[in-house]
């Protein structure tokens, strides 16, 4: 049987810059230290809780001020950085990133650390679309570039296994400003490197700076992420919902918006190829799925089996071994197999990963869990080809609107991950409650333990555990034949902008 690869012409040799390679360096390390710092956070804030006494508002807009400035800023800063400099944008965004990990020593109050970790987002919005925009252009020839990719989501699958564990160890020995101080002397290389390495990158063509599309698509992605945050919270409220149909609303006037401008601020246009949504819908279905399952096993193993902070981390290792092994690798498979069949295939993998959680004997070991995050790993690493269509997909002028869709889709599969998937397991969890269980015990387990409802709270726990593993599966077994059907047959990343 003859492959569709076979009779495809030989592409002329693009010519690379020399630095490409040590370019890359800086930027996969600079998202490996923003990747950490998210991770970080989660581990500094019950000491950073106990220290500063925020209310429970403040201590929601603590955690939720990053997301929010980070995806309403995504979209503008990336076409700012088509016209202004990609690595202009990125140097600022490094700057940004020390100096308000810095001005944590002067925060001595809940609103300052709000307004820190605000400007954290508005820096990571300035660094996450600029590396890839930087990499689409550091290397125009696909099968480098698909190799770029996948080092690069090994670095994302490295700092987000790593980065529980660096904080625990931090906070052994530190408070919880550690967790930020962490950041400014790696910042201080990463501006020196990216200076010295990477070249300056525009767009031939960049989109419209259009203040109403500025307006519009960071009043609907700000709207859409705090509506999905807060119908996981509180659930299906006036206020929810209302905030989820003004994002809906802005996005759509902003979309439309778009369609009718030759030079668009987002070339939404891309979505008209296949290809291309296909890669979008991978990293948002995957991105779904991992941090429901992150979030809800660091509770299992914390609360349950009363692991330390650190102990946690280093039991969540597994999925980032099957990332790093799998992501440099997974181009090269693409390209004897197919792309399709990866990206399908490391969906699916995934999937039955998940399902393990499922079918494993009740109550769960520690083992069955380590086999399934080792194949959700090893599933992820199928985003390597992801990144590569979809970057690939975009013409060079278009690699700012490209960047800024991969990583609005990671953002808001994150949030969905929580709110949907997330609010299902604690769902199950209060329905295995007694009817006698508290407030308290039916907000979560670590409010049960130490009360009269805390074995049935255990058991509920498990069960609702094993229910994420049915609903995570299922969903990204029918997200990889949603993927299969959309990705051309003959698609090959050697060719895929062609």
Known sequence: MTTPHTTRPTLPRVESDPRRWAGLAVLTASLLVIVMDMTILNVALPDLTADLQPSAVSQLWIVDAYALALAGLLVPLAAVGDRWGRRRMLLTGFTLF?????????????????????????????????????????????????????????????????????????????????????????????????????????????????????????????????????????????????????????????????????????????????????????????????????????????????????????????????GIIGSPLAPGVAERIGARTVLAGGLAIAGLGLLLLFVAPSPLTYPFLAVALTLVGIGTASLAVASAVIMGAAPSDKAGSAAAIEESSYEIGGVLGIAVLGSLAAWVYRDGLPGGADDAARESLAGALGTPVAEQALRSFEHSFAVLGLASGLFLLAAAALVWWLTPADLDLADVEH
């Open 98 to 322: 020390g100096v308000a990990s810095l001005l944590v020593l002067l925060a001595d109050s809940p609103g300052d650390v709000i307004a820190v970790r605000a400007l954290l987002g508005v820096g990571g919005a300035m660094i996450m679309p600029s590396t890839l925009s930087l990499i689409r252009t550091l290397f125009p020839d696909p099968r480098e570039r698909a190799l770029a990719l996948g080092v690069w989501g090994a670095m994302a699958a490295v700092g987000g296994a790593i980065g529980p564990i660096v904080g625990g160890a931090l906070l052994e020995v530190f408070n919880w400003h550690a967790a930020f101080l962490f950041n400014v002397p790696v910042m201080v290389v990463a501006i020196i490197a990216a200076v010295l390495l990477l070249p300056e990158s525009r767009s031939d063509r960049p989109g419209r700076l259009d203040p109403a599309g500025v307006v519009l698509s960071s009043g609907g992605m700000v709207s859409l992420v705090y509506g999905i945050k807060h119908l996981a919270k509180d659930g299906l409220t006036a206020d929810s919902l209302l905030t989820l149909a003004m994002g809906a609303l802005l996005l759509t006037v902003f979309v439309r918006r778009c369609l009718r401008e030759d030079d668009p601020m987002l070339e939404v246009r891309l979505f008209g190829r296949p290809q291309f949504t296909a890669g979008v819908l991978a990293a948002l279905c995957t991105s779904i799925a991992m941090v429901a399952l992150l979030l809800v096993a660091s509770q299992w193993l914390q609360l349950v089996h009363r692991w330390s902070p650190l102990e946690t981390g280093a039991a969540l290792l597994p999925m980032a071994v099957g």
